[in-house]
């Protein structure tokens, strides 16, 4: 972890959440080509994104492990004592990140609701997400914060925290598809969940599109594993029909 001379770090966060009072000489308000936001806590959350998108870089371009506080102040514009406000550790920029990373995952599998099937969700939900990061261009992050999730127990429990939403959320669909008699899996839900779980992880580690693959036919590909995987027992429109 780095760190920075007490001397020239300022708090992480107030108690009441808002950061303290900016050092001298560094005033809380937006940079030279940012708009000036309406409110306290909008000028502290825009700071807190600068530094998220610098350390995204810095990650990708240096590693995890080679990434240093020092180089996320620079490529933030910031001063150790501004940026420390927000974040005392890379841990601690990696646990915002993957937060943030939930939250989008939430909308994300939302598409599932309202699917005529659980194989249109399926398909529909491993879709989205492999345009989200295709077009946000996270498989580099993604990747890099994997493989320091395997040797970090701190990076791992906010990957694992992160995980185990999406696989509650994704369990708890397949499950009362399974209870409509909707679906007849070819095996027990939790084997299941761990293979779904793993071609996720696997999308999200390689950018298929950014590979040339055609998204068209990677849908064909993933509706035909998903209709193996979960034998559907009769026809979307027969569903539709019954849950309208």
């Known amino acids: 972890m780095d760190e920075v001379p007490s001397a020239d770090r300022g708090p992480a966060v107030a108690d009441d959440g808002e950061a303290q009072a900016?050092?001298?000489?560094?005033?809380?308000?937006?940079?030279?080509?940012?708009?000036?936001?309406?409110?306290?806590?909008?000028?502290?959350?825009?700071?807190?994104?600068?530094?998220?998108?610098?350390?995204k870089t810095c990650f990708v371009?240096?590693?995890?492990?080679?990434?240093?506080?020092?180089?996320?102040?620079?490529?933030?514009?910031?001063?150790?004592?501004?940026?420390?406000?927000?974040?005392?550790?890379?841990?601690?920029?990696?646990?915002?990140?993957?937060?943030?990373?939930?939250?989008?995952?939430?909308?994300?599998?939302?598409?599932?609701?309202?699917?005529?099937?659980?194989?249109?969700?399926?398909?529909?939900?491993?879709?989205?997400?492999?345009?989200?990061i295709h077009e946000r261009g996270l498989a580099p992050l993604f990747a890099e914060i994997r493989a320091e999730s395997m040797r970090n127990p701190a990076v791992a429990r906010c990957c694992m925290e992160n995980m185990g939403q999406a696989q509650v959320m994704l369990q708890a669909y397949l499950g009362a598809a399974i209870e409509r008699g909707e679906i007849d899996p070819v095996t027990d839900l939790a084997t299941l969940m761990a293979t779904l779980m793993s071609i996720g992880e696997g999308l999200m580690l390689n950018d298929l599109l950014a590979m040339g693959f055609d998204a068209d036919r990677l849908e064909k590909v993933f509706r035909t594993i998903a209709e193996a995987v979960l034998r559907p027992t009769r026809p979307?429109?027969?569903?539709?029909?019954?849950?309208?």
């Not at 937006?30 to 600068?50: H, K, L, N, T």
């Not at 841990?91 to 993957?98: G, Q």
Request: aromatic content about 4%; charged content about 20%.
């Open 61 to 132: 371009r240096h590693g995890f492990q080679g990434a240093s506080m020092q180089q996320i102040c620079a490529e933030a514009g910031m001063s150790p004592g501004a940026l420390y406000r927000y974040f005392a550790s890379k841990e601690a920029i990696i646990e915002a990140i993957t937060e943030q990373d939930r939250r989008e995952d939430l909308e994300l599998f939302g598409v599932m609701i309202g699917m005529s099937s659980a194989v249109d969700g399926i398909v529909a939900v491993a879709m989205a997400h492999m345009h989200h």
């Open 22 to 55: 900016a050092s001298p000489g560094e005033p809380d308000v937006a940079s030279p080509g940012e708009p000036q936001a309406a409110s306290r806590a909008e000028r502290r959350d825009m700071q807190i994104q600068r530094i998220m998108d610098a350390a």
């Open 236 to 244: 979307a429109t027969d569903i539709t029909a019954q849950t309208a």
